[in-house]
């Protein structure tokens, strides 16, 4: 008798890809070529790495993002999607521009509030599956868009690997509860900005924290500052 009827089988499973180390080694990975201070801090990134950036209100997180922007143009498209300050057309997003030396990038960067999910209006994920899309894209803030974790793993299973090749930055309210972990987790570089100094961990080397704003640095950390840029101190981390 058979146990299971033919017109009842389960559809054959793919086979899972198995990996050799020798072909991990070996293989050519896509880095982007960092240089100067971005290399020091945040390693040479590969083309579909996931980026994690938090830290308090009026810490230098904004300035942080649109100057590490304005350095990503020399590598590829950048997409921002705003859900704070008006959606991006703001006098603080126009002042942020000008400071970061973005207002000349026409072109290479492009600034916009899309939803995660929608029937009606064009989502996040599908403007970052067409062709001629950007290489770049800011999430800013997971909050404010509404971001849930099922959406997360959609649209970095989705985009972030070789074949997409999409780098994905998301920003995050000084927040510390369980998505906002998972997320840090799973990126591969996680900077916590305070003080106008971003502190940085990186799968891709680097690691030396990134000084946004040299002036409110040194009120900001007085005695510490020195210690602080060169990675003796940090709140909550041990050296």
């Not at 126009?94 to 000349?104: A, E, L, N």
């Not at 959406?151 to 927040?175: A, D, M, R």
Request: glycine share 8%; aromatic share 12%.
């Amino acid at each position: 008798m058979q146990l299971v009827d033919n017109a009842k089988k389960l559809p054959k499973k793919k086979k899972i890809k198995i990996l050799r180390p020798s072909q991990i080694v070996s293989k050519e990975r896509d880095l982007y070529p960092f240089e100067d201070t971005f290399r020091e801090s945040f390693g040479c990134p590969e083309q579909h790495s996931k980026w994690f950036i938090t830290g308090p209100s009026f810490a230098g997180k904004s300035s942080l993002i649109f100057t590490l922007c304005n350095y990503l143009t020399h590598f590829g498209i950048v997409d921002y999607n705003n859900h704070e300050e008006a959606g991006g057309d703001s006098e603080t997003v126009s002042h942020k521009i000008i400071q970061s030396g973005m207002q000349d990038k026409d072109g290479k960067v492009r600034l916009y509030k899309a939803p995660i999910e929608s029937d009606d209006h064009e989502t996040f994920g599908e403007r970052l599956l067409k062709k001629r899309s950007a290489d770049f894209a800011v999430l800013d803030s997971i909050q404010h868009a509404e971001l849930s974790k099922k959406q997360y793993l959609e649209l970095t299973n989705t985009l972030c690997h070789p074949k997409k090749g999409k780098s994905l930055i998301f920003i995050s309210h000084w927040v510390k509860n369980d998505f906002t972990r998972f997320i840090k987790h799973d990126c591969d570089i996680k900077i916590e900005v305070m003080g106008f100094v971003a502190y940085v961990e990186s799968r891709y080397g680097g690691g030396k924290p990134f000084l946004i704003w040299e002036e409110g640095a040194k009120k900001y950390w007085r005695k510490k500052y020195k210690d602080v840029l060169e990675g003796k101190y940090w709140p909550g981390k041990k050296k």
